[in-house]
């Protein structure tokens, strides 16, 4: 065996190799932990990043919200705002105005990095936009039919209700759907109104272009509402219609709660649950709800249609301003007074009614020789 002997230098120099050479294996050893480590810590970061707060899943399609600048996959974040259209999912901030959100452009670019293109699906939120809208549009739909029916105690308005149709809200589907019922023959209400069926028609279409259908099948009672009277009137399909207005009735919509009434006293002659029906339209302040709970009873029982017929005349309601004035020159119920009969038959001429016309031009005559006859008695104590 051969032994061999290093000088002491020599070995100085073997001894500091071998600690250089086990440092740098276990600096490469460390490195590679460390790496694998770090390598684990940032994926998993990127992974939290592309999760949705909201469903707690790897975001598909993600969008930020602009108010509060946090991000949601765009099918969560759809679905939150029908519940919660003011409330971030984040933060819980409550912003009372209407949300917008937008693409995040460097996350779906992440996502597609780690996960690969086929994790970016992006979501077809039109629908979603439809039922949004229209629920920022409620207070429009409470006004249209408060110009149309009176409601809450509001003066009917013609004027303002065709300057809202006509102009102020053309792309709403629920207000085209509304436009499109008034311009129809079928539906009357006021003379007032211009009629065009082929207008009309074209009107209902655009409605459903807009996307009256998707807020019909969403549950929007306003939508329901108006389909069924579409249904009824145009198609003459009363069993869908009633259908729908008992969807509509059953979110409290007074509309609805009205148009069941009418069938059922129309069609169905049953006059016990149009009552039931007119009267939760009354208590919502719907004036031809009540006049019609009036119109069910005979003039034997004024004391019990009179206070229906004063709400609804008070609210503009031209066929109850007609009756009011009739009673005032025809009826012995009351005593007769032609001053307040030409108060009511003026107001419902203003209001449109077709046949008012004449009654007030009788009213007037009868005024005029009782000031003529009081004039001629003067006179003539005058003379004695």
């Known amino acids: 065996m051969v032994v061999c002997v290093l000088s002491e230098p020599e070995e100085k120099g073997f001894i500091v190799s071998l600690v250089i050479l086990v440092a740098l294996i276990l600096v490469g050893v460390f490195a590679g932990v460390f790496h694998t480590h770090y390598a684990g810590i940032r ?27 946090h991000t949601f996959d765009r099918e969560s974040l759809c679905q939150w705002l029908l519940i919660n259209p003011t409330r971030c999912p984040f933060t819980n901030v409550d912003y009372a105005v209407k949300l917008q959100y937008g693409d995040n452009i460097k996350i779906r670019q ?14 077809d939120d039109t629908t979603f936009y439809i039922r ?11 006004n249209i039919s408060a110009y149309l029916y009176g409601m809450n105690s509001k003066w009917i308005d013609w004027t303002s209700l065709q300057r809202t149709l006509m102009i102020d809200y053309q792309e709403d589907p629920v207000a085209v759907g509304f436009k499109s019922l008034l311009l129809h023959p079928d539906f009357f209400v006021s003379a007032r109104l211009r009629k065009n069926e082929n207008e009309a028609l074209r009107e209902w279409e655009r409605a459903q272009q807009l996307g009256l259908t998707v807020l019909v099948d969403a549950g929007n009672p306003w939508a329901q509402w108006l389909q069924g009277m579409h249904n009824d009137i145009i198609e003459e399909e009363t069993e869908a219609a009633r259908l729908l207005f008992q969807l509509a009735a059953n979110q409290g919509l007074a509309l609805a709660q009205f148009s069941l009434g009418v069938i059922c006293e129309q ?16 208590a919502q302040g719907h004036a031809l709800a009540h006049y019609s709970i009036a119109m069910l009873y005979d003039e034997a029982d ?35 007074n032609y001053v307040t009969a030409k108060w009511y038959f003026e107001q419902a001429e203003y209001q449109g009614h077709a046949n008012v016309r004449e009654r007030l031009d009788f009213v007037l005559m009868r005024l005029r020789r009782e000031i003529q006859r009081r004039d001629l008695r003067a006179i003539t104590r005058n003379l004695t």
């Open 43 to 69: 994926r998993h970061a990127v992974q939290d990043i592309l999760i949705c707060p909201i469903s707690l899943s790897l975001m598909r399609d993600p969008v930020t919200l602009m108010q509060s600048g």
């Open 110 to 123: 992440l996502l597609t990095l780690y996960y690969g293109d086929q994790a970016y699906q992006r979501y």
């Open 132 to 142: 949004y809208e229209a629920m920022w549009n409620e207070d429009v739909y409470e």
């Open 267 to 282: 069609d169905d002659r049953d006059f016990d649950q149009a009552e039931s029906f007119y009267l939760e339209a009354a």
């Open 302 to 336: 004024f004391h019990i249609m009179r206070p229906h017929l004063v709400q609804a005349a008070t609210q503009g309601q031209a066929e109850a301003l007609f009756y009011l004035g009739t009673i005032y020159v025809e009826s012995d119920i009351v005593a007769q």
